[in-house]
């Protein structure tokens, strides 16, 4: 059997503007650790006769680190199993965050990549006859400010004279890395990409909610893929916005609303651990209004889809009640009434 192929995809990502951790990793390793996302992105970088020799059907997430422990609040990976033709293969994933482009990327790529062929060398002995290292395709994915202007080859960072680099051939080293630069991705491109739903709406968090005072100009644009995500994925993308971007939570539970009963819940979970953390910094009572504002919305659309249109004096009362009021209604409507009337009946 031939020698493992290893992939790299890097991730480079805004600087960390929250306290207390990585919002950047958190939401990239609970998306790209999921086989079908990863293979997603590596389908849609990759060149696609390269792409098609790789079984991205079978990927086994693996246990493992290739970084050092004083780069762990800078980086994240992700190694995954597969086959290439039949034959043993491994896709590593790694992020980090960095404000603008690294000059140096491509010597990081490097090191990253002796890193890998070490590890596979002690876990793997060389038998006679067969290549003692797997090849090695690097991919860096890039969402920072401005356009990716690194060198993507070691051998442009070499500082050695023009005159020389034409007669030295193989004596000039070359290791290279593919470039998915996504500040050249508008919204078309990135809706045109073979990219799963959740793939694709956390590259559109990470590219558009850092620093962005008003996320809500932007959701409504994806909602179609929002309203896709189960309630752990939405919170995460809404716990990500929250800590990267100033929108108030209030703005982001109106929008909620909006999309549906999933949504209101993680985005009012989202409001529940930024005060449970502390995080609110004097806006815990506004967060606190923000979720009624949600639970009575969110009520009020029940309440339509049960009865149809709700007149001016229920819709008041709903939107005047506290959250225990609301939550008995609540029952009370899926525990199943006839009429409007007995869902806000006070027994006693």
């Known amino acids: 059997m031939s020698e493992p192929v290893s992939m790299v995809l890097p991730m480079m990502n805004e600087g960390d503007t ?3 951790g990585q919002p950047h990793d958190a939401l990239f390793r609970l998306i790209f650790t999921d086989p079908g996302d990863a293979g997603s992105e590596l389908r849609s970088v990759l060149p696609p006769k390269l792409a098609d020799h790789i079984n991205f059907d079978d ?5 493992g680190t290739f970084i050092d422990d004083d780069l762990r609040h800078q980086q994240t990976d992700v190694l995954f199993k597969t ?3 039949e034959l043993d293969a491994y896709l590593y994933v790694l992020i980090e965050h960095q404000r603008s482009p ?20 002690d876990q793997h002995p060389a038998e006679s006859g067969k290549p003692p290292l797997p090849l090695i395709v ?3 994915v890039y969402q920072g400010r401005r ?7 070691i051998a442009d960072l070499l500082h050695i004279d ?4 034409s007669v030295a051939g193989n004596l000039i080293p070359h290791c290279a890395y593919l470039l998915d630069d996504l500040t050249t991705v508008d919204d078309a491109a990135l809706r045109a990409r073979p990219l799963t739903t959740a793939a694709r709406i956390t590259f559109v968090f990470l590219t558009k909610a850092p620093d962005d005072p008003d996320a809500t100009h932007w959701l409504p644009n994806w909602t179609d893929h929002i309203i896709e995500l189960d309630n752990r994925r939405l919170e995460a993308l809404f716990q990500y916005l929250v800590r990267v971007s100033p929108t108030p939570v209030e703005d982001i539970v109106h929008y909620a609303v909006t999309v549906g009963t999933e949504a209101v819940e993680a985005a009012m979970n989202t409001a529940d651990v930024l005060i449970a953390q502390g995080r609110a910094e004097g806006r815990a009572e506004r967060q606190d209004e923000a979720r009624a504002e949600g639970r009575a919305g969110l009520f009020i659309e029940q309440l339509t889809l049960k009865f149809g249109e709700i007149d001016a004096d229920t819709r008041r009362r709903v939107e005047c009640a506290n959250a225990e009021q609301i939550s008995r209604w609540s029952a009370r409507l899926l525990a199943g009434v006839d009429t409007i009337d007995q869902v806000f009946v006070e027994q006693t």
């Not at 023009?162 to 680099?165: D, K, R, T």
Request: proline content about 7%; hydrophobic content about 40%; aromatic content about 12%.
């Open 18 to 20: 929250s306290a207390g």
């Open 59 to 63: 990927l086994a997430l693996q246990e």
């Open 83 to 85: 086959t290439i033709d």
């Open 102 to 121: 690294d000059p140096l990327m491509a010597f990081r790529m490097l090191r990253y990549q002796v890193r890998i062929w070490e590890r596979h060398r």
């Open 138 to 140: 690097p991919v860096v």
């Open 147 to 153: 356009r990716w202007t690194a060198p993507t080859d």
């Open 162 to 165: 023009e005159s020389f680099s």
